[in-house]
């Protein structure tokens, strides 16, 4: 069963990211995504010894790579190792996409859930049937980019007025046209993921050894603008790539997913 999720399952921008991080035998690397563990099988296959985090209790450890169940800011704000590396590849899984009963597809029916770690109550179902008109448009237009946030967020009050909104396919009825933008939003919401990106960007130098690099994978235009930021304004950082690393023709015939991954790196001066 674990073989089939490895062998399907293609880390994205590995060898850019491998060549970035510059894995050397005996180095101390964190992965603060671990998912299927692509990446990190590959640097520990490189010699690296590997701490990850996952915050998804569904992911599974993989011989040699310690494995921590947190979000990657909430461990990084309590460790005191110093790494030679550290990879992020930010958003979800094949995995928790692939699975309707998470809610994270708006083409599968499943109870409006959407979180990484299932060991919290928070889930969209709060949000669509708990936040108000205006914090929804909000989130709409702020993480989806979604220009009819407002109507989308004043029928949605409209509508649970009478019962609350409980599945993904009850909401996608009346935002038919553009139902990803407002999923993109709801899951970035209902996990805090720009949150925990500025977190980890403010903590990550602090856990890199002098020279010591790191990596970032991000799909979509909010994350990658953070990253570069931090890249260019923090003085502890030197950015090693002037623009975002994309996937080759070749990874996006074999790995579609690859399609919005932009990679950018920076060492620690
Ligand atoms: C794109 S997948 C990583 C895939 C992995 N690089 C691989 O090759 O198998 C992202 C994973 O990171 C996890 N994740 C996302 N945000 C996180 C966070 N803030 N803290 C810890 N894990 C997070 C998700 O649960 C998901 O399993």
């Given at each position: 069963?674990?073989?089939?999720?490895?062998?399907?399952?293609?880390?994205?921008?590995?060898?850019?990211?491998?060549?970035?991080?510059?894995?050397?035998?005996?180095?101390?690397?964190?992965?603060?995504?671990?998912?299927?563990?692509?990446?990190?099988?590959?640097?520990?296959?490189?010699?690296?010894?590997?701490?990850?985090?996952?915050?998804?209790?569904?992911?599974?450890?993989t011989e040699g790579i310690r494995l921590v169940h947190s979000s990657f800011a909430e461990f990084l704000a309590n460790d005191v190792s110093r790494y030679d590396g550290m990879l992020f590849d930010l958003g979800v899984s094949s995995m928790q996409l692939d699975d309707a009963s998470r809610g994270f597809s708006f083409s599968k029916d499943a109870p409006l859930d959407m979180r990484m770690d299932t060991s919290r109550e928070f889930s969209a179902y709060d949000i669509v049937n708990g936040w108000d008109e205006d914090e929804l448009a909000r989130i709409f237009y702020a993480y989806g980019e979604e220009r009819y946030g407002r109507q989308i967020a004043r029928r949605i009050c409209e509508r649970r007025q009478y019962t609350p909104i409980a599945t993904t396919l009850e909401l996608t009825e009346f935002i038919k046209g553009h139902p990803k933008r407002v999923f993109q939003a709801l899951r970035i919401a209902v996990n805090d993921e720009l949150g925990e990106l500025e977190r980890m960007l403010k903590l990550a130098p602090e856990r890199l050894k002098p020279g010591g690099r790191l990596a970032i994978i991000s799909f979509h235009s909010l994350e990658d603008r953070l990253v570069k930021h931090a890249f260019r304004d923090d003085e502890r950082l030197k950015a090693l790539t002037k623009h975002p690393v994309t996937a080759s023709e070749a990874e996006l015939k074999t790995n579609p997913r690859a399609a919005s991954a932009k990679l950018r790196a920076a060492t620690l001066v």
């Amino acid at each position: 069963m674990e073989d089939n999720i490895y062998v399907s399952h293609i880390p994205v921008l590995l060898d850019a990211s491998l060549e970035l991080l510059q894995i050397a035998p005996g180095g101390s690397y964190f992965d603060g995504t671990f998912g299927f563990g692509g990446h990190s099988r590959a640097i520990a296959a490189l010699g690296g010894c590997v701490t990850a985090t996952d915050r998804d209790p569904a992911a599974v450890a993989t011989e040699g790579i310690r494995l921590v169940h947190s979000s990657f800011a909430e461990f990084l704000a309590n460790d005191v190792s110093r790494y030679d590396g550290m990879l992020f590849d930010l958003g979800v899984s094949s995995m928790q996409l692939d699975d309707a009963s998470r809610g994270f597809s708006f083409s599968k029916d499943a109870p409006l859930d959407m979180r990484m770690d299932t060991s919290r109550e928070f889930s969209a179902y709060d949000i669509v049937n708990g936040w108000d008109e205006d914090e929804l448009a909000r989130i709409f237009y702020a993480y989806g980019e979604e220009r009819y946030g407002r109507q989308i967020a004043r029928r949605i009050c409209e509508r649970r007025q009478y019962t609350p909104i409980a599945t993904t396919l009850e909401l996608t009825e009346f935002i038919k046209g553009h139902p990803k933008r407002v999923f993109q939003a709801l899951r970035i919401a209902v996990n805090d993921e720009l949150g925990e990106l500025e977190r980890m960007l403010k903590l990550a130098p602090e856990r890199l050894k002098p020279g010591g690099r790191l990596a970032i994978i991000s799909f979509h235009s909010l994350e990658d603008r953070l990253v570069k930021h931090a890249f260019r304004d923090d003085e502890r950082l030197k950015a090693l790539t002037k623009h975002p690393v994309t996937a080759s023709e070749a990874e996006l015939k074999t790995n579609p997913r690859a399609a919005s991954a932009k990679l950018r790196a920076a060492t620690l001066v």
